[in-house]
């Protein structure tokens, strides 16, 4: 039982992370959103709020990874079109309202003294482990290490951007247009 409140705790943290960001988000409105004991957020997470936000962006990337991984089975632009599909059903399902944590833990600044966090370096872990995973995608597919590289910076980053950019807006646009571009892109490299 334990475990379940526990999880139910990180997935509630990644929720309010990708809606309000970690700066925004308190322990006390975690335990109210995710009903559990205020006790509980102290006993699970001893480190605080810095800590719930790494495990939170550990979980996300997690869930990320294993959409990704599965959709690169057919192949680099399918693997893409997932990833970007999924963020523009976060975005639209929560009428712009959210996007992704791991990016919002990147846009605050670490706690005060503090040159980096665990969650920011958490992030960094999450954003290169999808990286990695369309290199390695798109390599099985012909594209040189290097291009593939580079192609898997830009998709990562592009999505994350026009998330971004879409909830400013409140407008899918922004995502729609890039898509179309980076999945033209991807068919061009892997011919």
Same mark, same amino acid.
């Given at each position: ?60 990337? *997690?869930?990320?990874?294993? @959409? $990704?991984?599965?959709? &690169?089975?057919?192949?680099? %632009?399918?693997? !893409? +079109? /997932? ?44 954003? *290169?482990?999808?990286?990695? @995973? $369309?290199?390695?995608? &798109?390599?099985?597919?012909? %594209?040189?290490? !290097? +291009? /593939? ?43």
């Amino acid at each position: 039982m334990s475990s379940k409140v526990r999880d139910r705790m990180v997935h509630g943290a990644a929720d309010m992370m990708r809606r309000r960001g970690v700066n925004a988000m308190s322990v006390r409105d975690l335990a109210v959103h995710t009903g559990a004991p205020l006790g509980s957020t102290y006993h699970y997470f001893p480190g605080g709020k810095q800590q719930l936000a790494e495990e939170a962006v550990r979980f996300s990337g *997690r869930s990320i990874h294993r @959409l $990704l991984e599965r959709a &690169l089975e057919a192949g680099p %632009v399918e693997g !893409a +079109r /997932a990833f970007l599909t999924l963020w523009r059903e976060v975005v639209v399902s929560n009428d712009f309202r959210a996007g992704c944590p791991v990016l919002a833990v990147t846009i605050e600044e670490p706690p005060p003294g503090e040159a980096s966090s665990p969650a920011l370096i958490a992030a960094d872990e999450v954003f *290169r482990d999808w990286e990695s @995973l $369309l290199v390695a995608s &798109l390599t099985q597919h012909g %594209v040189d290490p !290097a +291009r /593939a590289s580079t192609l898997a910076t830009l998709i990562v980053a592009a999505t994350e951007g026009t998330v971004a950019m879409c909830r400013a807006r409140q407008s899918i646009e922004p995502l729609d247009a890039v898509t179309r571009e980076l999945l033209a892109l991807l068919e061009a490299a892997v011919g």
